[in-house]
């Protein structure tokens, strides 16, 4: 299976941005979804685990949510700061480990 | 704070193997999944595979022909040898720790990823 992302997306400081990541085949729900953050130059950090968990150390302001209909996981950044620039996978796994494909953020 | 770091050469020849190492400190090796992923120059992440200290292995069937990974618990370290490599090959490869716990998790502990370039 596939998990497709949006290439990029921007947003204003203060706001809020959702990037969303859909599962082409077979239930998003048959295992848990990971959302990494990625900042040029370093190794991915987890934001969110198994779907909706924030590691110690992440801001409230980074939420997961998974919506079967949509067959669809999201990463919702409130309260967007500059800071949160970087690029954003999720993941997730089946007979073995899929990666989205992943999306900028921009926040200008 | 368990750490990772990845060694070996920076540059492999077309059609030769590539070769690098992940040495775990910090913690015990014999817990956990350890997975190699790669990353293309501004691409995105694939993962390669993973192993158990078991010796247990799972790869992503688009490399599986050419990867090997392997486990040595008396050193606290894990490989990846990828044979016949082409330019498409050229990438910053990491070795994280994958979670499991009745579900698959995520990779909560990375090394600082080391490029590779194939070249020659």
């Known amino acids: 299976f596939m998990l497709t992302q949006p290439r990029s997306v921007s947003e204003s400081p203060g706001k809020t941005v959702t990037i969303s990541c859909t599962r082409s085949n077979g239930s998003i729900d048959n295992n848990y979804v990971q959302w990494y953050q990625q900042r040029p130059g370093s190794a991915p950090t987890t934001v969110i685990y198994e779907d909706d968990q924030r590691p110690s150390g992440v801001p409230d302001r980074f939420s997961g949510s998974i919506d079967s209909s949509s067959n669809s996981a999201s990463l919702i950044i409130s309260g967007l700061k500059t800071e949160d620039e970087a690029d954003y996978y999720c993941q997730s796994y089946e007979t073995g480990v899929v990666f989205g494909g992943g999306t900028k953020l921009t926040v200008l | 704070q368990v750490q990772l770091q990845e060694s070996g050469p920076g540059l492999v020849k077309p059609s030769e193997t590539l070769s690098l190492t992940c040495t775990v400190s910090g913690g015990l090796i014999t817990t956990y999944y350890w997975s190699w992923i790669r990353q293309p120059p501004g691409k995105g992440l694939e993962w390669i595979g993973y192993i158990f200290h078991s010796g247990t292995t799972n790869y992503n069937p688009s490399l599986k022909s050419r990867v090997t990974i392997s486990i040595d618990t008396s050193r606290n370290q894990f490989s990846l040898k990828l044979r016949s490599v082409t330019a498409a090959d050229t990438a910053l490869y990491y070795c994280?720790?994958?979670?499991?716990?009745?579900?698959?998790?995520?990779?909560?502990?990375w090394g600082q990823g080391t490029l590779v370039t194939v070249s020659s």
């Open positions: 994280a720790r994958l979670k499991y716990d009745l579900l698959w998790g995520d990779f909560d502990s």
